[in-house]
């Protein structure tokens, strides 16, 4: 009995009974987009949302964007390793999917250092990943999939050959890093950008799939993706991955220091999901996230984060204290509580711009208030920052 080719699991059937991928070219050169039939979904309830990732990876295209160096590809590498064994990594636990990484950018070797200290990290058996994680050097390879051809966007023969591997291997996330070495197309056109997500979209059809686009930054100041507003309208999400958050001044702004092993994973944009973020710390060469597994909710989030902070803040208060030094919330003084601290070394892992939002929510909620603390050499009273707890 043929398989029927109008319907999803139709199609799916046809792919097993052909042996995978070759049916999956046919196929898409045989199906025509249908309307949907409102009459038959009309007695049924639509399937929920799949994620791969609650909140941070469901099917679709996401934009993956940072600077040169920050840790973009470690983070996939270790995301994909997380992923394929269901553990908890840049969101909650996950049902385990599989992944292919093609990564344009990293010798075999510097790949499998990676992997390795992944494994170590999580501790997880290199050998059990196999058929979850298939990991691709395509270091010094030619690795375009399309091509500007007389002012027309054109797929190559790649495309076809990674439409057939995705199908292939089943693959449920994949991760192309980065898109300046798979893309030659115009980067600033709206229209070959918009073709060519849409492209990757449908490398797989009839279940759930998603694409990770890595890409880089412009160099203009406070830029969180380069090229056309396409490569962020056409993805579904938009990952930005930065020593600091995207809203907060840079350090030459405020004086603060940037944190070297301090990093930012920024959701910055999602259809289906709330904004969000995760603190990150290098350590052996990794991204570790740092709040708990089951924190890695929503706002819930940036909840801990703040509580975390505040205690720094306290704590690094309390420190300075003890040396004798009397803090205040005067910008312009050279006491101001958030200087001391990262001149002090007391806010790592946080900088300056935290630490200044920390005290203002301690301040706001009484536990820091502004008293007099000392007097000048003309007996004039001193104002600074007290803790409730502590005596003047």
């Not at 591997?165 to 980065?178: A, I, K, R």
């Amino acid at each position: 009995m043929k398989a029927d080719l109008r319907t999803y699991g139709g199609i799916d059937a046809a792919i097993l009974a052909a042996g995978g991928a070759k049916a999956v070219v046919d196929l898409q050169e045989r199906r025509q987009p249908r309307p949907l039939d409102l009459v038959r979904l009309a007695r049924q309830k639509a399937p929920d949302r799949v994620w791969f990732r609650q909140d941070w990876l469901a099917g679709g295209a996401t934009l993956f964007a940072g600077k040169g160096g920050e840790g973009k590809s470690t983070v996939v590498i270790h995301e994909a390793i997380c992923g394929a064994v269901g553990s908890a990594h840049v969101g909650a636990a996950c049902a385990p999917y599989t992944s292919l990484i093609w990564n344009c950018e990293d010798e075999h070797d510097d790949l499998w250092r990676t992997t390795e200290r992944v494994c170590e990290h999580q501790q997880i058996d290199m050998a059990s990943l196999a058929g979850k994680v298939h990991i691709v050097s395509r270091y010094g390879d030619d690795n375009v999939l399309m091509k500007e051809v007389h002012r027309s966007l054109e797929p190559t023969a790649l495309l076809k050959r990674l439409r057939e591997e995705v199908n292939d291997l089943g693959v449920d996330m994949l991760w192309l890093d980065n898109v300046a070495h798979l893309f030659a197309g115009n980067h600033d056109d709206r229209t070959q950008v918009t073709q060519f997500i849409n492209l990757m979209n449908g490398l797989v059809q009839g279940r759930p799939f998603g694409v990770v686009l890595v890409a880089h930054v412009s160099r203009a100041l406070g830029s969180e993706f380069s090229g056309s507003v396409a490569w962020e309208n056409a993805a579904r999400m938009r990952w930005y991955l930065g020593s600091r958050l995207p809203d907060q001044r840079s350090a030459a702004d405020d004086g603060s220091s940037e944190t070297a092993s301090l990093r930012y994973l920024a959701k910055r944009k999602s259809n289906y999901s709330s904004r969000d973020y995760i603190r990150m710390n290098m350590r052996n060469g990794l991204l570790i996230p740092e709040v708990p597994d089951d924190s890695h909710v929503g706002g819930i989030v940036r909840a801990v984060d703040d509580k975390r902070a505040d205690q720094f803040c306290i704590d690094g208060f309390k420190r300075l204290c003890a040396l004798g030094i009397r803090t205040t919330d005067g910008k312009t003084s050279p006491d101001f509580l958030p200087t001391q601290m990262v001149a002090k070394g007391f806010a790592t892992p946080y900088n300056k711009s935290e630490m200044v939002g920390a005290m203002n929510r301690l301040m706001s909620r009484g536990i820091f208030i502004r008293a007099e603390v000392a007097k000048h050499a003309n007996r004039s009273p001193k104002f600074g920052l007290q803790l409730k707890e502590l005596p003047v």
